[in-house]
């Protein structure tokens, strides 16, 4: 109810823009990442595109979304790119109970087993989907941000991924480019994304080699596998 809420507020003409503010983005993005429940997932997704929309709509709302997102980039990406499996670290997520206590906000009411990314308690399935959902929300706003600054603020972690040996980075790097592209045609932007955005010019030319060259031998993800056959052996 209360992701709902705040989405009909975010779609009323008059609200002030400082309402979205980074708060607000921290705990919808990490929403989208741990919680299990798809329809809680499914409203902090709608959730986060009104913002995004909103952001769009009203003067300032931009530059504010920016300000705002930007410097929780790299936490995000990292919440993202996390193995499966590898216990999430509670600095990486904010608690609207610890911040407003003057504690901090570093700690975040979600089941253990997610965080700790147990499982033998949490499904892989789980875990999978809600890192697709935070990829899709990461093009969306990049789809939004300002083309001018896509460098500085997106292309460390969406090029590095797509370059990595990482199966589940590379996998979740191509979804985002993916919605973004799909999140700009939507707009009607004139200018062709390659363009207007060096980034995406130059992940053009990127995923053309990734596409032309072969497949890794192994993936990062098979490492442990590979080490307990030799062990074995």
């Known amino acids: 109810q209360v992701l709902n ?3 009909v507020f975010l779609e009323l003409p008059s609200i002030d823009p400082s309402w979205v503010d980074e708060r607000l983005l921290r705990l919808l993005f990490q929403n989208l990442i741990l919680e299990e429940r798809a329809e809680i997932r499914a409203a ?8 995004l929309v909103h952001a769009q709509r009203v003067p300032s709302g931009l530059s504010q979304l920016v300000a705002h997102a930007q410097p929780h980039l790299g936490a995000w990406f990292s919440l993202l790119y996390s193995p499966v499996g590898t216990p999430i670290s509670p600095a990486l997520l904010w608690s609207p109970t610890a911040s407003l206590s003057g504690q901090g906000g570093v700690t975040y009411n979600v089941d253990k087993p997610m965080l700790n990314q147990d499982l033998a308690l949490v499904s892989i ?5 809600g890192k697709v959902s935070g990829a899709t929300a990461l093009g969306r706003l990049l789809a939004t941000w300002p083309a001018e600054t896509h460098d500085a603020a997106f292309a460390p972690y969406v090029e590095g991924a797509l370059a990595s040996l990482s199966a589940l980075q590379c996998f979740l790097a191509a979804i985002i480019v993916e919605e973004w592209a799909t999140a700009t045609r939507a707009l009607m932007v004139e200018t062709p994304l390659a363009q207007s955005s060096s980034l995406a010019a130059r992940i053009v030319a990127q995923l053309h080699a990734l596409l032309a060259a072969e497949s890794p031998a192994s993936y990062s993800e098979m490492d442990p596998i590979l080490a307990r056959l030799r062990a074995d052996c």
């Open 125 to 129: 399935e789980s875990i999978t989907r």
């Open 44 to 51: 902090s997704e709608s959730a986060w595109v009104a913002c």
């Open 5 to 7: 809420t705040i989405h």
